[in-house]
C-alpha cells in the first residue's frame, strides 16, 4: 500500500495525461475528478481508471481534443453531442447548462450521447447544489457495458446505469448528495477485486449458470457471469427507467439484442435541475431539508456508540482524513499506472 497526497496524485495523474496527447486543461479537469473519487472513498472511480482511460485514448474510443456540440436547444431543454470527449469534461459543460437554465427558468433538462466514461455522477450533483439548485443525474451505456442481469434472469442486458441527487442544504460542505448504481456494485469494485486477487462478496455476481460466486473472475468468464440488481426487481425497473431517460432521450441508445453497432463504450447522461427559490421560500426549504436531517439522525442506532449517516456524510469524513494523511492505493493498482506510464516514456 501506498500513500500519495491529493496535490501530488493530480500531478503524477496530469503528467501521465500530458504524454498521452491530452491537452492540460482536459488533463486538469480529468485529474481533478478523479482525486476527488479517492479522497471521498469512491476508490472504483479514482485512478484505477487511468490504464482503461490511456488504453481508450490509443484506440480512439475518447478524443482528447473533442468539443461537445449543442444539437438542438430550447428555453428549458438542451440535446448534446459529447463527439467522444472525455466524459468528465463532457458532464461538467453539461451541468453548468443545466444550472444557467435552472437558475433562469426554474427546470432544466439536458441531455448527452457519445460521452466517454463520466465517472462518479455525485460530482455533477454537487456543481448544481453549489448554485442552490435540486438536481439529478443518470446515465447509462448506450448499449455498450451490458453486465447486469434482469431481476430473475441469469444473462446480462444492463449496464450499472447510475443515478445521483443533490439537495442543498444551505452547509456548503455538506449538501444531501445521494449516488449509486442500480446495480448492487459498480465494475470498477470488481476489478479492485480482481487485481488485488481477493473475493468479493457473496451476492455481487452470479456465474454463467446464474449461481452465487465470489470469485471475481466469473464475471469475466469465459463464459461471463453477471451483476446482479442491487434491490431485486425494484432497482432493475429504475434501472430500465434510467435507461430510456438517458439512452432514448438522447438519441445515444440502450440495451438491446443486436449491438454490432456498439464497439466501444460511451455513456449517455441527463441532468435535471430545480430551482426552489422559483416555488418556496428558500429558507424555508432549507429548514424542512435540515428538520429532516436531525430528525431521520436522532433515530437510536442498532450499535451501541454507532452514528445514523445521512448520504454524502461518510464521504465527507473520508474525504477529511485523506486529506491530511493521504490517499491510499493498492500496490498492485499502482504497479499497474507506473507500468501505463512507463509505456508513454514517463518516469515517474
Known amino acids: 500500500m501506498i500513500r500519495k497526497s491529493a496535490v501530488e496524485l493530480k500531478e503524477i495523474i496530469i503528467s501521465i495525461f500530458l504524454e498521452a496527447g491530452v491537452p492540460k486543461k482536459v488533463a486538469s479537469r480529468v485529474a481533478d475528478h478523479l482525486v476527488n473519487a479517492n479522497l471521498i472513498g469512491v476508490d472504483s472511480h479514482g485512478v484505477v481508471r487511468i490504464p482503461s482511460y490511456i488504453t481508450w485514448i490509443k484506440d480512439g474510443t475518447i478524443d482528447p481534443n473533442a468539443k461537445m456540440e449543442i444539437i438542438k436547444e430550447t428555453d428549458l431543454m438542451v440535446l448534446i453531442d459529447a463527439n467522444k470527449s472525455f466524459g468528465q469534461v463532457a458532464a461538467y459543460e453539461a451541468s453548468k447548462i443545466a444550472i444557467k437554465k435552472g437558475k433562469s427558468r426554474g427546470m432544466s433538462l439536458v441531455s448527452a450521447k457519445n460521452s466517454s466514461h463520466i465517472g462518479r455522477l455525485g460530482e455533477y450533483a454537487e456543481e448544481v447544489v453549489k448554485n442552490d439548485l435540486i438536481g439529478l443525474i443518470m446515465a447509462n451505456g448506450q448499449g455498450s457495458g451490458q453486465l447486469v442481469a434482469p431481476w430473475g434472469g441469469k444473462e446480462r442486458r444492463l449496464s450499472a446505469n447510475p443515478m445521483a441527487w443533490g439537495i442543498p442544504t444551505g452547509k456548503e460542505k455538506n449538501p444531501f448528495i445521494l449516488d449509486f448504481s442500480t446495480s448492487v456494485v459498480a465494475e470498477g469494485k470488481i476489478i479492485i477485486y480482481k487485481n488485488l486477487n481477493k473475493k468479493i462478496p457473496e451476492g455481487w455476481v452470479i456465474n454463467f449458470k446464474g449461481e452465487p460466486t465470489t470469485n ?123 507500468s501505463v506510464a512507463k509505456g508513454l516514456g514517463l518516469t515517474l
Do not use: H
Open 216 to 338: 471475481p473472475n466469473d464475471l469475466y468468464g469465459p463464459p461471463k457471469g453477471s451483476i446482479l440488481p442491487m434491490a431485486g426487481y425494484k432497482s432493475f425497473g429504475l434501472s430500465m427507467v434510467i435507461d430510456i431517460l438517458t439512452g432514448a432521450l438522447s438519441g445515444g441508445g440502450c440495451s438491446r439484442e443486436d449491438i454490432k453497432d456498439v464497439k466501444k463504450f460511451y455513456n449517455s447522461f441527463t441532468i435535471i435541475t430545480i430551482d426552489p427559490v422559483q416555488i418556496v421560500d428558500y429558507p424555508d426549504f432549507l429548514k424542512s431539508v435540515n428538520n429532516l436531517i436531525k430528525y431521520v439522525k436522532s433515530s437510536k442506532p442498532i450499535k451501541e456508540n454507532d452514528e445514523i449517516l445521512v448520504p454524502n456524510e461518510l464521504e465527507n469524513k473520508k474525504k477529511e482524513k485523506n486529506l491530511l494523511n493521504g490517499i491510499e492505493i493498492e500496490d498492485s493498482i499502482w504497479e499497474e499506472i507506473l
